[in-house]
């Protein structure tokens, strides 16, 4: 699950690390208002599930309050685009009005998992902000990566050597390290899968002397461990998730959109993989990954079908289930019952295996639907492919 820059800004706070003074504002009223507290001076920035605004003109400084309030009224409703949101882009329905800081030095800091070590990794580099992944393109040498140890957490002596590898000098190595150390305690606390600050910036904190700050936020959070974090729950912002995703998460069926035109509908995690994996074998694209779950229910099936039916790339669909404790006899009555709910406009290649397979056949072949059946995963896969490649 992901959260907006501002609460996790909010999250940062209570962690002890610094953030530039903010408020949201959800009209063009309300950020002019924000910008007057700022002192006129202060950063617009609009709150949406994805990075790169800066170069999509999401983020703006401005120098009083009514341009703040042009500025909103600009993005407000307006469907941000960045290489991190798709081509539809985001729709802006939130604006963050910070303090506006002055930055000596941006540095890149992340908590992410490594998946080559099978450990978190904590990675900052000196040369943060906007053109981080060309810096990690060009001076991979500039990244400094270090492991959190799973048994020990991460090591106060680890926080000094990154502050170092940083660039900080005197006071601001302890300061870095502290830093350092509250980003570590967030990860661990909110069971977060990613922290990113980028950039964390050297700021003039005044009388001559800099600080360090969280300039941007982003907190994703582990969904398996949500359960233990109502407060973070709580932050959900349906809004910025896929439409089709929550409708299925409703029906308690794992969705997941992809990008062909082959929608899926199977019972259990790995079959559905397999499944997704033979279609690409034969030359088909996958359009989602959805699996009903071990006793996938009537409306469970007839919630699939709609859902699938909703996502305009679909050409063609393919039923795969095996029977183990389900009776196939059962899903096939279901199959029949949401493709005429549905009026089955695409074609329809259903394989069933397994408990009370026969009877499952013989309930699609009576049911005077056009249904392709498969006597095999392959079969199956390969008359999907052909069915949607012929259309
Ligand atoms: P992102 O592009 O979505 O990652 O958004 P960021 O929050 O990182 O903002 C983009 C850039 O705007 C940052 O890299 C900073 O250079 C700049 N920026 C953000 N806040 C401030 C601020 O308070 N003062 C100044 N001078 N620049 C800022
Ligand atoms: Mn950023």
Redesign the pocket.
């Known amino acids: 699950m992901n959260i907006h820059?501002y609460q996790a800004k909010e999250i940062f706070s209570t962690f002890g690390i610094p953030v530039?003074r903010s408020r949201v504002a959800l009209t063009a009223d309300q950020v002019e208002r924000a910008a007057k507290e700022m002192g006129g001076h202060c950063?617009v920035?609009a709150q949406i599930y994805?990075?790169?605004?800066?170069?999509a003109g999401?983020?703006k400084?401005v120098h009083h309050p009514e341009q703040a309030n042009d500025v909103a009224k600009e993005l407000f409703g307006k469907k941000l685009v960045?290489p991190q949101t798709g081509p539809e882009g985001l729709k802006v329905r939130r604006i963050l009005v910070?303090?506006?800081?002055?930055?000596a030095r941006?540095f890149y800091l992340s908590i992410t998992l490594d998946r080559a070590t099978s450990r978190y990794c904590l990675i900052a580099s000196p040369e943060g902000?906007?053109d981080i992944e060309e810096v990690a393109a060009r001076a991979p040498e500039k990244i400094v990566r270090e492991p959190v140890d799973p048994a020990l957490g991460f090591m106060p002596y680890q926080a000094r050597k990154v502050a170092a590898a940083l660039g900080l000098k005197g006071d601001l190595i302890g300061q870095g390290a502290k830093l350092l150390m509250g980003v570590y305690k967030t990860w661990w606390e909110c069971e977060a899968s990613m922290v990113e600050i980028?950039?964390l910036c050297l700021v003039d904190a005044g009388e001559g002397k800099e600080s360090l700050m969280a300039?941007?936020a982003k907190l994703s959070l582990e969904d398996n461990a949500l359960y233990r974090h109502p407060d973070l729950q709580a932050m959900r912002d349906l809004g910025e998730e896929a439409p089709l995703e929550i409708e299925a998460a409703k029906h308690n069926l794992n969705y997941i959109k992809l990008d062909g035109n082959i929608a899926c509908l199977v019972n259990g995690a790995g079959l559905a993989m397999a499944t997704m994996d033979i279609i690409e074998h034969f030359g088909g694209r996958p359009a989602n990954f959805l699996d009903v779950g071990g006793g996938a229910t009537r409306d469970q099936l007839a919630a699939a079908f709609r859902i699938i039916i909703q996502d305009a790339n679909v050409k063609g669909i393919l039923v795969n289930v095996f029977g183990g404790i389900m009776d196939c006899g059962v899903i096939a009555a279901g199959i029949v019952a949401a493709a005429k709910e549905t009026g089955l406009p695409l074609p329809l290649v259903v394989r069933l295996e397994g408990n009370n397979a026969q009877s499952g056949r013989q309930t699609l072949a009576a049911s005077g639907l056009t249904i392709i059946t498969g006597s095999s995963m392959a079969d199956a896969a390969r008359k999907v492919v052909k069915a949607v490649g012929s259309k």
């Open positions: 820059e530039p950063v920035k994805a990075g790169g605004r800066g170069k999401g983020v400084i960045t910070e303090e506006a800081v002055e930055i941006e902000g906007m980028n950039p300039v941007d």
